[in-house]
C-alpha cells in the first residue's frame, strides 16, 4: 500500500526557498503572503496493515527523509490524513539571521 | 613518518584534489579514499571533503552518510580518531549525527563564494595549535546551503562545552551566533563551511587553512604513535 510523507519547514525556521517562491506569486498578481516549501514522498510499500505502514512511514520519516532539527512531517496512509510530528519548534535563529539579512 | 590523510571521495565530490593536495603540502601522506569501499587503508585521519555529494538530494549530505565507507569513519571517530569535514563534508557529519546541528540553505538565498575572516573562540584546542581567542583566519567560502542551525538547548550545550571553535567576522550565510565550526563533545570531530584545503598556498591566495589542517596532522600523528608504538 502506499504510504504518503509530507514533510516542511518547522515553524520560524527560515525558508528562502519559499519566499522566493512568495516574490514569484507576488509577481504574478497573487495576494500571497507566505509560501513555504516542503517535500512530498509517495512511497509503496509491501504490507497490507495500515498500521504497519504508518509506524514504516513514521520511521523512515525520522531515519532519512526529514531532519527533525529544522523539519515537520505528517503521514498519510492511501491519502488518509494519520499522525504529524514536529510542527512547532521555538526559533531564535530567523530573528538572527534577518538582522543579518539587513546588513 | 608522515601521518596518513585519508580523503574520501564521493559521487559529485569536487574538493578531494586539493585536499589532498594540501595535505602533502603541509607535511602529512595524502591517501584516496573512495566511498564504495569499506577500509580506511591504515589512515590515522581522515578529511570529508566539500562538493556536492549524491547531488545534495534529499538534503545536502544526507545521502552520503549511507556510503559503506561512512562506517568506517562512524567505528574510527567513535574510537577516537580526529576526523575534519569541511562544506560538503560538515553537511555529511551533522547529517549523520557526528556533530551536533545541521546546515540550512543560506538566508539569502544566494550562492556565497568569497573569503572570510574566522575567529577563533577558545585557547587550546587540538585542532588550532597554539592559537588564542581573537585570533583571525581567512579562508574562502563557497556554499548555497552553509547556515549552521541547531535548536537553542543543543546550541547552549555546545557553547558551554566549548565545542564552537570559530565564528566569522561578518556573517556570509545566516549561521547562529555566527558560528562557522564545531567539533563533538570528544573534540575528535570538526567540521566547518569554509574551505582550508584552499587556503594553504600562498601562491594563490590567503592561508588561513594551514592551522587547522596542521591540527589534524597533529592529531592524527598522535593516533598512528599510539596505533603502532613499534613502528615509531
Known amino acids: 500500500m502506499k504510504v504518503t510523507v509530507l514533510v516542511r519547514p518547522k515553524d520560524g525556521i527560515l525558508d528562502p526557498q519559499g519566499e522566493a517562491i512568495r516574490q514569484a506569486l507576488s509577481t504574478l498578481g497573487y495576494p500571497a503572503s507566505s509560501v513555504r516549501a516542503g517535500r512530498l514522498f509517495d512511497v509503496e510499500l509491501d504490507v497490507d496493515d495500515p498500521a504497519e505502514a504508518a509506524r514504516i512511514g513514521r520511521e523512515a520519516a525520522d531515519r532519512v527523509l526529514a531532519n527533525g532539527l529544522i523539519e515537520g512531517y505528517e503521514v498519510l496512509v492511501e491519502g488518509v490524513p494519520g499522525e504529524v510530528a514536529g510542527e512547532v519548534a521555538e526559533e531564535p535563529a530567523a530573528e538572527a539571521a534577518e538582522e543579518v539579512a539587513a546588513e | ?232
Not at chain 2, 37 to 43: I, V
Not at chain 2, 74 to 96: M, R
Open chain 2, 1 to 232: 613518518m608522515k601521518p596518513r590523510i585519508g580523503v574520501i571521495t564521493f559521487p559529485g565530490t569536487c574538493d578531494d584534489r586539493d585536499a589532498l593536495r594540501a595535505i602533502g603540502l603541509i607535511g602529512g601522506e595524502p591517501v584516496a579514499l573512495w566511498h564504495a569501499d569499506d577500509s580506511l587503508d591504515g589512515c590515522t585521519g581522515v578529511i570529508v571533503p566539500g562538493g556536492f555529494s549524491y547531488g545534495d538530494y534529499l538534503r545536502a549530505g544526507a545521502i552520503a552518510r549511507f556510503a559503506p565507507m561512512m562506517r568506517e569513519v562512524e567505528a574510527f571517530a567513535a574510537a577516537g580518531g580526529p576526523v575534519l569535514g569541511i562544506c560538503n563534508g560538515f553537511q555529511v557529519l551533522c547529517e549523520a549525527g557526528l556533530l551536533p546541528g545541521v546546515l540550512r540553505p543560506n538566508h539569502h538565498g544566494r550562492f556565497v563564494c568569497r573569503d572570510v575572516d574566522l575567529v577563533v573562540q577558545r585557547a587550546g584546542s587540538p585542532w588550532l595549535p597554539g592559537l588564542e581567542p581573537g585570533d583571525v583566519l581567512r579562508v574562502p567560502v563557497k556554499h548555497h546551503d552553509g547556515a549552521w542551525y541547531a535548536p537553542p538547548d543543543e546550541q547552549e550545550r555546545a557553547e558551554a562545552a566549548g565545542q564552537v571553535a570559530l565564528r566569522y567576522a561578518d556573517n556570509p550565510n545566516g549561521a547562529l551566533a555566527d558560528i562557522a565550526c564545531v567539533t563533538n563533545a570528544a573534540g575528535n570531530v570538526c567540521g566547518l563551511m569554509p574551505h582550508p584545503e584552499h587556503a594553504v598556498d600562498p601562491a594563490l591566495g590567503p592561508v588561513g587553512g594551514r592551522p587547522l589542517l596542521k591540527g589534524l596532522l597533529t592529531l592524527a600523528r598522535a593516533r598512528s604513535k599510539k596505533a603502532s608504538p613499534v613502528s615509531a
